[in-house]
């Protein structure tokens, strides 16, 4: 299994600001995927993030909003720009356990974002 | 399109009691089934999941879980409820298309002493 770690683990915004979470996993895979989990809600998943290529956005989510970086297979960064009330969430990102479709998926702790 | 639906918002069971929390799904093809809890302030910890073979798999602290292809159903439980057990539990499905999981809703899970 995969570890994963998240910084920060919370935060409190101003609206406007900025907020760049990071994920670091213990060992190099070639998929990340970030999730927002607001409160009380499932998980939606805002894009998957593949070492040496752009990020692949979900429906409703984009890059300006939530650009990524994936600068190699073991770090990848989420920042959310220009923040409302509205992206006060749990972010999450998660890794595959390997290749495969069967692979089991893990997560980091997360990082809760409150924005004023 | 493929699914996965958990009825119930929140699952209420007395310490001791067996406990069930639904889960329910829509695949063309075959279902490559995961479970997840959430604790409180904490990210999701993988139970278990089906991929084939045994429909009764078993998973992390005493969970288990029942494949039921005629029923498309995939319920957790738990012979003996501990108060720790009170959290958040999600069933997802893996869509093989583009690797992604299909989440539920989510169940909350109340164990009262």
Redesign the interface.
Same mark, same amino acid.
């Given at each position: 299994?995969a570890v994963?770690s998240q910084k920060p683990s919370r935060d409190i915004c101003q609206r406007g600001t900025s907020l760049t979470i990071q994920c670091q996993v213990d060992s190099q895979v070639t998929?990340m995927?970030w999730y927002r989990q607001q409160p009380g809600?499932?998980?939606t998943?805002i894009a998957?993030a593949n070492q040496g290529s752009e990020a692949t956005y979900e429906s409703g989510f984009v890059i300006d909003k939530f650009p990524i970086s994936r600068p190699n297979l073991t770090f990848s960064t989420l920042t959310v720009s220009n923040m409302s009330p509205e992206d006060s969430s749990i972010y999450?990102c998660?890794v595959?356990g390997g290749s495969g479709?069967?692979d089991?998926?893990?997560?980091?702790?997360?990082t809760?974002l409150t924005v004023l | 399109a493929q699914s996965v639906a958990q009825p119930e918002d929140q699952v209420n069971v007395a310490e001791g009691n067996p406990l069930t929390v639904k889960c329910t799904y829509s695949v063309s093809g075959n279902p490559?089934l995961?479970w997840?809890v959430q604790y409180p302030?904490?990210?999701? !910890?993988?139970l278990l999941?089906y991929?084939t073979g045994d429909n009764l798999v078993k998973g992390s602290y005493g969970f288990e879980a029942e494949f039921n292809k005629s029923q498309t159903s995939f319920h957790l439980k738990k012979p003996s409820a501990l108060v720790s057990d009170s959290a958040l539990y999600?069933c997802a499905v893996?869509d093989?298309s583009n690797? !992604?999981?299909i989440?539920?809703?989510?169940t909350k899970l109340i164990i009262k002493p």
């Open positions: 299994s994963i998929m995927f809600q499932s998980l998943l998957t999450l998660s595959p479709t069967t089991t998926q893990y997560f980091g702790p997360g809760r | 490559y995961f997840y302030n904490r990210g999701l !910890q993988f999941k991929i999600f893996r093989i690797y !992604q999981l989440w539920g809703a989510g």
